[in-house]
């Protein structure tokens, strides 16, 4: 038999910014919470929030707890009975203890000898009966971003009002602060704030929808999309409905109703990222487009918590509202444009970039300076371009409008350069360069910006590693981790084969008159930084975790390559012979590392005369006769045909591991027999470290 639940928080209203947070929270808390307490969930759970209120539906909850067997081991048979079979004080303890008689006690046999152990069946409780201590635990179970102290025991972002908690139609009571649950719920603060009895689970929604309450957040968010979408297609345009603003709206209201708003069309005339950042960021309204998704429109959607009463009057008081933060922004932009982007630049010397590291001022510098190394390695067309974006990518950081709204860096940095006539392509770095900010967001398009970015990036990577200041568990101030994110996932984009190792020396050159640090063990904290990264994205792209292991255990420093040989290998190991082939690679290895020979090169030839058995002159043949189309296909990178070179040797490793001795006696013998197979672990090294390979 089984019932349904019913849990409702009811509360003052709670930022929206913590309503998806908590809802993940009390389902996965309720679902552990009856694992642990053996209570069986037949159904699901469905979570319902709205600013006032978090629910939670649990369908086919068992009336009674499952049964639980346990063993409870005692003490060794020989310590709880006497030669002649009698049980001894320990073994007497041992089931008084257990509340039960000794010849209802096993012996049972371990690993260990023969203990004494009491096997016990605790049969379960009627679920009703620890619902109440159950509920007030999920309720106190939720942690928050920020919270206050209610009744000393409590820690919530907003007090709690009212509780409903129903296990089929019976109440469920408990008490958290001073509040008491019941079968009440309340509706909407305005439009209906009395309090409705729910008489059973089934019928919290219908009874909170006749309250003026939609509690489902999906219905909720489809009703705005249907009124938003209506309301730009009355004004002439499709809506711009962010995500982030959508869900913020959702949890924002309890009865949503969009209106549509009008300012003044000189304002249009400002930078499009400015006003969208004004209506959609600052006031959280949704912008209006063009029908074929052109230029913004001078219309604005905003959602009111309540029905269609008042909207003229609401919808003045945004539109003032909107016409003030308008007023500000044109004010900012028209300062601004009072002096050329470039003359702000000696501005940039207050502005602190790290205290050990100079200001912005300095940063534009070595970033100049890096351009000027980096131009061969990036393979850059126009060096001027990008050396031009260096020295103006920071300088809107100083602007008034940027101190204003600081999401607009960039690009306001962009929109100045080309209203002061600077080229497009380097107009466009300056907002470019910040990409991307946040994991799937944009990537440069421009080659400007994509050197400017790589450039800015590593730039911080190495100041901030230069100085100590290293990314631990979640501290990060300087997204560092985003950073080395961004470079590797801008190199995969433009498919940029440069080597990472010259790129960083050349930024810790740049560092030189500032700060003294070891190179070479900078250097190498970084590049063990950015594998961290590299490791992280070829898993996302569904790379086996052991070839990924393989593939950056050997040389990553160019990352396009190292991806590339990762999919490719990721794809061998599907083949039906790719284990047979690694096996027979690992013996190879084996020998090799016990004896110190993993670093060899192909330059460490063996001697032909020493070889005394035709399996090891047979190998020693194969390899030089494919060595040098082994080495042309590497540097082609083409990593598939020169796997199938590597599996052409396979025969020839195992009849020479099959019919030769490699530690001879004669240490010549035995030391020209390891280079052999050096020689072979050198080709191996130019795939990977075959060792990481699970098999």
Same mark, same amino acid.
């Given at each position: 038999?089984?019932?349904?639940?019913?849990?409702?928080?009811?509360?003052?209203?709670?930022?929206?910014?913590?309503?998806?947070?908590?809802?993940?929270?009390?389902?996965?808390?309720?679902?552990?919470?009856?694992?642990?307490?053996?209570?069986?969930?037949?159904?699901?759970?469905?979570?319902?929030?709205?600013?006032?209120?978090?629910?939670?539906?649990?369908?086919?909850?068992?009336?009674?707890?499952?049964?639980?067997?346990?063993?409870?081991?005692?003490?060794?048979?020989?310590?709880?009975?006497?030669?002649?079979?009698?049980?001894?004080?320990?073994?007497?303890?041992?089931?008084?203890?257990?509340?039960?008689?000794?010849?209802?006690?096993?012996?049972?046999?371990?690993?260990?000898?023969?203990?004494?152990?009491?096997?016990?069946?605790?049969?379960?409780?009627?679920?009703?009966?620890?619902?109440?201590?159950?509920?007030?635990?999920?309720?106190?179970?939720?942690?928050?971003?920020?919270?206050?102290?209610?009744?000393?025991?409590?820690?919530?972002?907003?007090?709690?009002?009212?509780?409903?908690?129903?296990?089929?139609?019976?109440?469920?009571?408990?008490?958290?602060?001073?509040?008491?649950?019941?079968?009440?719920?309340?509706?909407?603060?305005?439009?209906?704030?009395?309090?409705?009895?729910?008489?059973?689970?089934?019928?919290?929604?219908?009874?909170?929808?006749?309250?003026?309450?939609?509690?489902?957040?999906?219905?909720?968010?489809?009703?705005?999309?249907?009124?938003?979408?209506?309301?730009?297609?009355?004004?002439?345009?499709?809506?711009?409905?962010?995500?982030?603003?959508?869900?913020?709206?959702?949890?924002?209201?309890?009865?949503?109703?969009?209106?549509?708003?009008?300012?003044?069309?000189?304002?249009?005339?400002?930078?499009?990222?400015?006003?969208?950042?004004?209506?959609?960021?600052?006031?959280?309204?949704?912008?209006?487009?063009?029908?074929?998704?052109?230029?913004?429109?001078?219309?604005?959607?905003?959602?009111?918590?309540?029905?269609?009463?008042?909207?003229?009057?609401?919808?003045?008081?945004?539109?003032?509202?909107?016409?003030?933060?308008?007023?500000?922004?044109?004010?900012?932009?028209?300062?601004?444009?009072?002096?050329?982007?470039?003359?702000?630049?000696?501005?940039?010397?207050?502005?602190?970039?790290?205290?050990? &590291? *100079?200001?912005?001022?300095? %940063? /534009? !510098?070595?970033?100049?300076? @890096? #351009?000027?190394?980096? +131009?061969?390695?990036?393979?850059?067309?126009?060096?001027?371009?990008?050396?031009?974006?260096?020295?103006?990518?920071?300088?809107?950081?100083?602007?008034?409008?940027?101190?204003?709204?600081?999401?607009?860096?960039?690009?306001?940095?962009?929109?100045?350069?080309?209203?002061?006539?600077?080229?497009?392509?380097?107009?466009?770095?300056?907002?470019?360069?910040?990409?991307?900010?946040? &994991? *799937?967001?944009?990537?440069? %398009? /421009? !080659?400007?910006?994509?050197? @400017? #970015?790589?450039?800015? +990036?590593?730039?911080?990577?190495?100041?901030?590693?230069?100085?100590?200041?290293?990314?631990?568990?979640?501290?990060?101030?300087?997204?560092?981790?985003?950073?080395?994110?961004?470079?590797?996932?801008?190199?995969?984009?433009?498919?940029?084969?440069?080597?990472?190792?010259?790129?960083?020396?050349?930024?810790?050159?740049?560092?030189?008159?500032?700060?003294?640090?070891?190179?070479?063990?900078?250097?190498?904290?970084?590049?063990?930084?950015?594998?961290?990264?590299?490791?992280?994205?070829?898993?996302?792209?569904?790379?086996?975790?052991?070839?990924?292991?393989?593939?950056?255990?050997?040389?990553?420093?160019?990352?396009?390559?190292?991806?590339?040989?990762?999919?490719?290998?990721?794809?061998?190991?599907?083949?039906?012979?790719?284990?047979?082939?690694?096996?027979?690679?690992?013996?190879?290895?084996?020998?090799?590392?016990?004896?110190?020979?993993?670093?060899?090169?192909?330059?460490?030839?063996?001697?032909?005369?020493?070889?005394?058995?035709?399996?090891?002159?047979?190998?020693?043949?194969?390899?030089?006769?494919?060595?040098?189309?082994?080495?042309?296909?590497?540097?082609?990178?083409?990593?598939?045909?020169?796997?199938?070179?590597?599996?052409?040797?396979?025969?020839?490793?195992?009849?020479?591991?099959?019919?030769?001795?490699?530690?001879?006696?004669?240490?010549?013998?035995?030391?020209?027999?390891?280079?052999?197979?050096?020689?072979?672990?050198?080709?191996?090294?130019?795939?990977?470290?075959?060792?990481?390979?699970?098999?």
């Amino acid at each position: 038999m089984s019932k349904d639940l019913l849990l409702e928080i009811g509360t003052e209203e709670i930022p929206a910014s913590y309503i998806a947070s908590a809802m993940q929270q009390l389902g996965h808390n309720i679902v552990k919470l009856f694992s642990e307490n053996k209570i069986k969930i037949e159904g699901g759970v469905t979570g319902y929030s709205t600013p006032r209120r978090f629910a939670l539906l649990v369908t086919g909850v068992s009336e009674i707890q499952e049964d639980i067997s346990l063993e409870l081991m005692g003490p060794p048979k020989k310590a709880a009975f006497d030669s002649e079979g009698k049980p001894t004080q320990a073994g007497l303890g041992f089931a008084k203890t257990n509340g039960m008689d000794v010849k209802d006690l096993i012996i049972k046999s371990t690993p260990k000898g023969e203990y004494l152990c009491a096997q016990k069946l605790i049969k379960g409780k009627e679920v009703k009966s620890v619902l109440s201590e159950l509920m007030k635990k999920l309720v106190l179970s939720l942690n928050w971003p920020k919270s206050m102290r209610w009744h000393d025991e409590v820690r919530f972002p907003r007090p709690i009002r009212s509780m409903l908690c129903l296990f089929g139609k019976d109440t469920v009571e408990f008490t958290v602060s001073d509040v008491t649950s019941s079968n009440k719920t309340y509706g909407h603060r305005i439009l209906s704030p009395e309090s409705a009895v729910v008489m059973e689970p089934s019928k919290y929604l219908s009874v909170l929808r006749e309250k003026a309450v939609i509690a489902n957040f999906e219905e909720r968010k489809n009703e705005i999309i249907k009124q938003v979408e209506a309301l730009a297609v009355k004004a002439g345009g499709v809506a711009n409905i962010s995500p982030v603003i959508l869900e913020e709206n959702v949890n924002t209201v309890e009865y949503p109703t969009a209106m549509l708003g009008r300012f003044d069309e000189k304002y249009l005339a400002l930078p499009e990222e400015l006003l969208i950042q004004v209506i959609e960021q600052t006031q959280k309204y949704f912008s209006v487009r063009g029908s074929k998704k052109e230029k913004i429109l001078p219309f604005f959607i905003a959602v009111k918590n309540g029905k269609d009463t008042a909207v003229p009057v609401i919808i003045d008081g945004n539109a003032r509202v909107l016409k003030a933060r308008f007023e500000d922004a044109e004010f900012f932009f028209n300062e601004d444009r009072k002096t050329t982007l470039e003359s702000k630049l000696p501005k940039l010397k207050t502005v602190s970039f790290q205290d050990k &590291l *100079g200001t912005m001022f300095d %940063k /534009t !510098e070595r970033l100049a300076k @890096l #351009a000027n190394e980096a +131009k061969q390695l990036l393979k850059l067309s126009e060096y001027d371009d990008i050396k031009k974006a260096c020295e103006l990518s920071k300088i809107d950081l100083n602007t008034g409008m940027v101190r204003e709204f600081t999401e607009l860096q960039g690009v306001m940095g962009r929109e100045y350069a080309l209203a002061d006539g600077v080229k497009k392509e380097v107009a466009m770095a300056i907002s470019e360069h910040y990409l991307p900010r946040f &994991l *799937g967001d944009g990537l440069p %398009k /421009t !080659e400007t910006g994509m050197a @400017l #970015a790589i450039l800015d +990036k590593i730039d911080t990577i190495v100041g901030c590693f230069s100085i100590g200041v290293i990314p631990s568990g979640s501290q990060d101030p300087y997204g560092l981790r985003r950073n080395a994110l961004g470079v590797v996932s801008i190199i995969l984009n433009k498919k940029i084969e440069v080597h990472l190792e010259e790129l960083i020396n050349a930024s810790l050159d740049t560092y030189a008159d500032k700060i003294n640090v070891q190179k070479g063990k900078v250097l190498n904290e970084i590049m063990e930084f950015v594998k961290g990264r590299m490791e992280n994205l070829l898993l996302d792209k569904g790379i086996r975790y052991d070839v990924v292991n393989a593939v950056l255990a050997s040389d990553f420093d160019n990352v396009t390559l190292t991806f590339k040989k990762a999919a490719e290998l990721n794809n061998l190991s599907k083949e039906p012979d790719f284990n047979k082939a690694i096996t027979t690679f690992s013996r190879v290895i084996n020998i090799i590392s016990k004896k110190g020979g993993e670093h060899g090169t192909l330059t460490d030839a063996p001697n032909p005369h020493l070889f005394k058995e035709q399996e090891e002159k047979d190998l020693h043949g194969k390899i030089e006769k494919r060595k040098l189309d082994f080495i042309k296909m590497i540097e082609n990178s083409d990593y598939v045909s020169a796997f199938k070179v590597l599996k052409e040797l396979m025969p020839y490793i195992d009849a020479f591991f099959e019919k030769v001795m490699v530690m001879d006696k004669d240490n010549a013998v035995k030391n020209n027999r390891i280079t052999l197979l050096t020689h072979l672990n050198f080709m191996f090294k130019k795939m990977g470290d075959f060792s990481k390979i699970v098999q």
